[in-house]
């Protein structure tokens, strides 16, 4: 138990190290730049090194701030919509993704990969635009960002299950493309319910 405790706490500061140091960096490339140094062909001695090859970080990285972007999304339309099917299906992706990026931190933890620690430019720029709408607007613009985000995931899901080099990942990719399209088969029909 204390080793659990301690492995949470170093990571907790290795992320708030980070947050500190990352200035007017995005998250997701300061961890990828962080992943980058730790490569096990150029600095091992020094970093301790990665597990994996750079594209399967890369995927992490990727999978880890769209996940984080899922869950902050999914609180905001539980607060924001009155709508029935968007509070099921963002309840669904608190849940959903929730679940897989404690898996995911996992798996980069025993690797060694640095994720970021919170939601990229891209999505804060998103949540930013979706916190300032309201009603009908708020439903749509959520649902579109919906069906957008869950389209690249499903590619980015798809693709590491096919040329990952790294077991886990592509494990984790495999198990997790057929949940994200489960997402957008409801996600498409709730954009066509608001038509």
């Known amino acids: ?10 990571t907790g500061a290795a992320f708030a190290f980070q947050a500190c140091n990352s200035g007017n960096k995005d998250a997701k490339e300061t961890a990828d730049s962080m992943n980058k140094a730790k490569d096990t062909t150029n600095n091992t001695a020094a970093t301790g090194g990665i597990a994996v090859d750079q594209k399967d970080a890369k995927f992490a990285t990727t999978a ?4 984080m972007a899922e869950v902050a999304l999914g609180k905001l339309a539980l607060e924001k919509s009155t709508n029935a099917q968007i509070k099921e299906f963002a309840t669904m992706m608190v849940n959903d993704h929730g679940k897989a990026n404690t898996e995911l931190i996992g798996i980069a ?5 640095t994720l970021p620690d919170m939601v990229d430019e891209e999505h804060q720029k ?3 635009d979706l916190e300032k709408k309201t009603g009908k607007d708020f439903d749509k613009a959520y649902v579109d960002a919906m069906v957008d ?3 690249s995931t499903l ?6 299950a096919k040329d990952g080099m790294d077991a886990e990942l592509k494990a984790f990719a495999s198990k ?4 994200v399209q489960g ?5 498409n029909k709730i954009h066509d319910s608001l038509k």
């Not at 933890?109 to 990969?113: D, E, T």
């Open 155 to 160: 590619k980015l899901m798809q693709d590491e």
């Open 149 to 151: 985000g869950h389209k």
């Open 1 to 10: 138990m204390k080793k659990l405790i301690y492995a949470i706490a170093l």
């Open 183 to 187: 997402h957008l088969d409801m996600i």
């Open 109 to 113: 933890q025993a690797k060694n990969i």
């Open 64 to 67: 880890a701030g769209g996940g």
């Open 176 to 179: 997790t493309a057929p949940v």
């Open 126 to 128: 998103k949540m930013a």
